[in-house]
């Protein structure tokens, strides 16, 4: 694996879209949930240790080679609410594009053909990384890297938040990283032996509750 | 020959000139500029003037609602499903410059949806005076700043005021209510911008966007050409 590139793909300034998504955040503070730096950390762990965990376990799967489009559908299973799964498609199909430009592969346009209209991202997320020549590991990284710094980018802007703050709140979860990224590795192999049952289902309902709230406010600075 | 392997797959990428089926794309004009200055007008004035000879979809980059996309859906410029809209995340300029995906995606939507189209307009979500659109979503930007916004501003520059591919000085028949001098206005522009065009309307005059719409039919017969 080349370290440049896993730093070019966990990038937050990679062009594919997710600075228009708050990741729930913007639900989270207009329900009273996120109010500062302490309840953004509160609320980056639960995300990290839920949706997180899944969405590096489904990118590390795809970089084991598991088939995407049965990824994509147990993507699908454990995403309740449509408004998530269209989002994560949205960004599926804007990593696509990015990648395709950033590193030209056969495996991405094939994947592209498969889905013209967007994969969930963290399946696409795994077939970027092996087209950047990365690993299972780095792919579960950057999954759950973007689990808990697109909330905590968003919430700087949503609550004029003090980005050292933010960012250290980003700081203080690198050991639960390291941890979620270890064990999406881990169950990534499991699926490719197993099948995409051995995925993990970690759901946070509330995540789920919000994004379909949100979908539906008619002022709103996020997408989702 | 053209061997760009991004031909291959379904979604073309960015800037390429043709479309996967091997057809030419639409023109993709930008309307970047402060706040209230005039871009959804021109952008409605524009398609009242050009639809009838045009085939063309509009995008709109909101901050924080679907007002510009209600506004040209409540004027009935278009057809609906002539009209996108994208969310920013509360930077309208990353999303025409840094980070165009949401952007490219409206508008191949648009012409899988209701191509062939010979033209889709823009709009940024009204931002500041630095605020340029990306060479890898539009192919050329006016910039559309007004007479109330103060008379300094084209002798203050940026890089919307001095390198759009037209300056649209907008709300002339304001100037002499908010006292902006459009002589000055005109020679600060020149100025700054040497042989690129400027135009000043009002919306509110007979002539209204006929300018401007002489200008994106120029660019149309030589992006056709
Ligand atoms: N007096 C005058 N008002 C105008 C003119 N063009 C636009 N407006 C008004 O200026 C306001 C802001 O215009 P809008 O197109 O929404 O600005 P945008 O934020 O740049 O899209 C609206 O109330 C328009 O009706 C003009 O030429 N003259
Ligand atoms: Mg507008």
């Not at chain 2, 908010?178 to 911008?193: H, T, Y």
Request: proline share 5%.
């Amino acid at each position: 694996m080349s370290r440049g590139a896993l730093l070019v793909l966990a990038d937050g300034r990679f062009p594919a879209g997710g600075h228009a998504h708050s990741g729930g955040a913007e639900a989270a503070v207009k329900a009273g949930r996120v109010t500062g730096a302490a309840s953004l950390g509160d609320f980056c762990r639960g995300r990290l240790h839920t949706a997180g965990l899944v969405s590096a376990t489904l990118a590390a799967a795809a970089v084991l080679g598991v088939d995407p489009v049965e990824l994509d559908a147990a993507a699908d299973a454990r995403t309740p609410s449509p408004a998530l799964r269209v989002a994560a498609r949205k960004l599926g199909r804007q990593l696509m594009r990015a990648a395709r430009a950033t590193w030209p592969s056969a495996e991405l346009d094939a994947l592209a053909r498969e889905f013209p209209k967007g994969a969930h991202q963290p399946v696409v997320l795994g077939l970027v990384a092996r087209a950047a020549g990365l690993g299972a590991e780095d792919a579960a990284y950057c999954a759950a890297y973007e689990s808990v710094s697109g909330p905590a980018s968003a919430t700087v802007r949503l609550l004029s938040l003090d980005p050292f703050d933010a960012t250290a709140v980003l700081a203080r979860l690198a050991p639960e990283l390291d941890l979620v990224a270890d064990r999406a590795v881990e169950a990534g192999r499991r699926v490719v032996d197993e099948g995409v049952d051995a995925l993990p289902c970690a759901s946070a309902p509330l995540l789920e509750i919000g994004a379909e709230a949100h979908a539906a406010w008619a002022v709103r600075l996020f997408a989702s | 020959m053209h061997l760009d392997h991004t031909h291959d797959g379904p979604a073309a990428v960015s800037a390429d000139a043709h479309r996967i089926d091997g057809t030419r794309r639409a023109l993709r004009i930008g309307l970047g500029g402060p706040v209230g200055s005039g871009k959804t007008a021109t952008v409605a004035a524009l398609c009242r003037a050009l639809r009838d000879e045009l085939s063309l979809a509009v995008v709109t980059n909101d901050i924080y609602t679907r007002e510009d996309a209600e506004f040209l859906l409540r004027e009935a410029v278009l057809p609906p499903e002539r009209i996108a809209a994208v969310e920013t995340g509360a930077c309208p300029h990353t999303a025409i410059r840094d980070d165009i995906s949401a952007n490219l995606e409206a508008v191949e939507d648009l012409e899988d949806e209701v191509g062939p189209l010979d033209l889709i307009l823009v709009e940024s979500g009204g931002d500041n005076l630095t605020a340029t659109f990306s060479k890898g979503l539009v192919d050329a930007q006016i910039f559309v700043i007004d007479v109330a916004g103060g008379d300094d501003i084209p002798r203050k520059g940026g890089p919307g005021v001095t390198t759009a591919d037209l300056l649209v000085v907008n709300k002339t028949d304001l100037a002499p209510y908010v006292g902006s001098d459009l002589g000055r206005m005109a020679a600060d522009a020149k100025a700054q911008r040497a042989e690129l065009p400027v135009v000043f309307q009002s919306l509110r005059t007979e002539a209204g966007v006929a300018d401007v719409a002489a200008w994106v039919r120029a660019q149309l017969s030589a992006w056709a050409a």
